[in-house]
T-cell receptor, first 116, second 111 residues
Framework: NAGVMQNPRHLVRRRGQEARLRCSPM?????VYWYRQLPEEGLKFMVY????????ESGMPKERFSAEFPKEGPSILRIQQVVRGDSAAYFC??????????????FGPGTRLLVL | EDKVVQSPLSLVVHEGDTVTLNCSYE??????LLWYKQEKKAPTFLFML????IEKKSGRLSSILDKKELFSILNITATQTGDSAIYLC???????????FGEGTQLTVNP
């Protein structure tokens, strides 16, 4: 049973470009979470999605960031017009049940975004 | 604001030593506390704790939760170099979906 898959593992972008990060949850998991880990900081929640629905986006920056989890295909975290401060590791996690049902979150290997 | 504090932030020990990592929390509606091990890649799930006083064990690792004093400890006995990693503590609430993470404890086990 493959774990949570993320790609790309490393992404380099210049300021102003767009970054698209993909996450395929574990088989049988329909809940996806995105976290960001800035250098020297802990993981910070960004958004929680179920298939075709954003459930909680309270951790997402108000501008330039968006997330989706379509019926078919991976979840996408999109960052438009990247700035240097977006450089971080972005982790995706998935669970079989929602957090309210004590669904354990399993993490992917992360995408390390570097903005030049 | 919810808060998770881990200590120590960094720890260096020799193989064979026993270590205790600490995690204290302040959350509005506590549901669960989780421990993860982060090496160079994905945080790997270790334990989920929901009830006070019940120890969870997996090999040389064990963990316990105290909901009255709002903390948890992670014990690693007979440490090995492969235990070197960042150990993350996270807390989930009843009211939402997010996990709130501490900053982690960087454990280094020297041969």
């Amino acid at each position: 049973n493959a774990g949570v898959m993320q790609n790309p593992r490393h992404l380099v972008r210049r300021r102003g470009q767009e970054a698209r990060l993909r996450c395929s949850p574990m088989k049988g998991h329909s809940h996806v979470y995105w976290y960001r880990q800035l250098p020297e900081e802990g993981l910070k929640f960004m958004v929680y999605l179920q298939k075709e629905n954003i459930i909680d986006e309270s951790g997402m920056p108000k501008e330039r960031f968006s997330a989706e989890f379509p019926k078919e295909g991976p979840s996408i975290l999109r960052i438009q017009q990247v700035v240097r401060g977006d450089s971080a590791a972005y982790f995706c996690a998935s669970s079989r049940k929602g957090q309210r049902s004590n669904g354990t979150q399993y993490f992917g290997p992360g995408t390390r975004l570097l903005v030049l | 604001e919810d808060k998770v504090v881990q200590s120590p932030l960094s720890l260096v020990v020799h193989e064979g030593d026993t270590v205790t990592l600490n995690c204290s929390y302040e959350v509005t509606n506590f549901r669960s506390l989780l421990w993860y091990k982060q090496e160079k890649k994905a945080p790997t799930f270790l334990f989920m704790l929901t009830s006070s006083g019940i120890e969870k064990k997996s090999g040389r690792l064990s963990s316990i939760l105290d909901k009255k004093e709002l903390f948890s400890i992670l014990n690693i006995t007979a440490t090995q170099t492969g235990d070197s990693a960042i150990y993350l503590c996270a807390v989930g609430e009843t009211s939402g979906s997010r996990l709130t993470f501490g900053e982690g404890t960087q454990l280094t086990v020297n041969p």
